[in-house]
Each structure stands twice: as C-alpha cells, then as structure tokens.
T-cell receptor, first 116, second 114 residues
Framework: EAGVAQSPRYKIIEKRQSVAFWCNPISGHATLYWYQQILGQGPKLLIQFQNNGVVDDSQLPKDRFSAERLKGVDSTLKIQPAKLEDSAVYLC??????????????FGPGTRLTVT | GDSVTQMEGPVTLSEEAFLTINCTYTATGYPSLFWYVQYPGEGLQLLLKATKADDKGSNKGFEATYRKETTSFHLEKGSVQVSDSAVYFCALSGGYTGGFKTIFGAGTRLFVKA
C-alpha cells in the first residue's frame, strides 16, 4: 500500500512570495489533514477535510493560507504572501475515519519550507 | 483547552538502558492517547495507542499505560537500541474542548549511543 505522498520535499522562498504544497493521501482515506510543525514544537493542525468538505479550519491563518481538496482526493495548501514565521515543516496526513477517538493518522514525509 | 506536556529533550542513553519519557495531558471528556515516532527524514508514524483508562498500549517493546487518575501516559522501554533514536510525540484526540482534533506535545528527542 502506497503511503501519503507530498511534494516538494524542500522549498526556499523569499518573504512576500507565494508557495504551494501538494499532498496525495492513501487511497480510500476520506479524511485529510494539513499540519504545521515549527522547529522544536509538535504538529499543529491547520485544516481538516472530510472528502472535499472542510471539517475544521479554526487554526488556519485565512488572510494568507488557503487549501483545497478537489474531488475529495489530493489536496493543495497555499501561502500567499509568505512571512518569515511561516518557516516550518508542513505535514499532510490522512485517515479512514471522520471522527471518533481512536483513529490512526498516516503522515507523509513533509515539506520543509524556509522563508528568507 | 486540551493540551499535552512531555518531558524536554534531548534524552541520551546508552544501548540496553531503560527508557522513560513522561507525558501528561489536560482534557475534558474521554480522550484517546497516542505515541507517535518520527525517525530522521521521515513522517510521523503511530507507535502505540490507548483508548480508555487503564488500557496499556504496546508495540516494538515500547509500552504506555493510560492513567486517568494522574492524567499521564508515560512511554517506557526496557532496553533501547541505537535504532530507537528518533523524536517521540505524545498526543491525544477526542477531548471535548479540543474540538476532537488531535493535540500533539512538543516532542522528545532520543539519542541512543552504541
């Protein structure tokens, strides 16, 4: 079974530029998550999709971040314009269940973003 | 809101030493508890989980027991190997005030020396 795919693995941009990350979840997983992991911290949920609908985007900085999941499969996360504090690893994860207390999330390798 | 606190790292041990990584949580309701591990250059992967009080999760020689009375979920292993060097994250999900999202601790980096 193929895992969660993400691209690119690394990205360096200047502040005020835009950037996009792509994620392809495990086949059949209805739920997709984007996390931001700042160095030395645990992952923080940015947005959660169920199929192509948003379940939770309460921690997404909507003035600069946007995400979509067309056709309920792969997803893109965009930052426009980027700030220095956006430097982090962006993790995508997927799971089979929408809710419930014991579901396992499967993570991709992440995209390391450096904003200079 | 819900939160997870884990011991700061790095933790450095010699091979075959005993490992404990402390994790405590704050949550309302009846959350599930997890330990995820992140090896260098890889994404997080689930190590073990427990869904109710007094449950013990175990995998690859690692164990953790869900202690509701002390709101803890400490990770233990009797004899660590060099290959266990990684970052370990304690997490919870299903807490009412967390909106049922998964909340991660800051992570504890483990170095095991040969």
């Amino acid at each position: 079974e193929a895992g969660v795919a993400q691209s690119p693995r690394y990205k360096i941009i200047e502040k005020r530029q835009s950037v996009a990350f792509w994620c392809n979840p495990i086949s059949g997983h209805a739920t997709l998550y984007w996390y931001q992991q700042i160095l030395g911290q645990g992952p923080k949920l940015l947005i959660q999709f169920q199929n192509n609908g948003v379940v939770d985007d309460s921690q997404l900085p909507k003035d600069r971040f946007s995400a979509e999941r067309l056709k309920g499969v792969d997803s893109t996360l965009k930052i426009q314009p980027a700030k220095l504090e956006d430097s982090a690893v962006y993790l995508c994860a997927s799971s089979t269940r929408v809710s419930g207390r014991s579901y396992e999330q499967y993570f991709g390798p992440g995209t390391r973003l450096t904003v200079t | 809101g819900d939160s997870v606190t884990q011991m700061e790292g790095p933790v450095t041990l010699s091979e075959e030493a005993f490992l404990t990584i402390n994790c405590t949580y704050t949550a309302t309701g009846y959350p599930s508890l997890f330990w995820y591990v992140q090896y260098p250059g890889e994404g997080l992967q689930l190590l073990l989980k427990a869904t109710k009080a007094d449950d013990k999760g175990s995998n690859k020689g690692f164990e953790a027991t869900y202690r509701k009375e002390t709101t803890s979920f400490h990770l233990e292993k009797g004899s660590v190997q060099v290959s266990d060097s990684a970052v370990y994250f304690c997490a919870l999900s299903g807490g009412y005030t967390g909106g049922f999202k998964t909340i991660f601790g800051a992570g504890t980096r483990l170095f095991v020396k040969a």
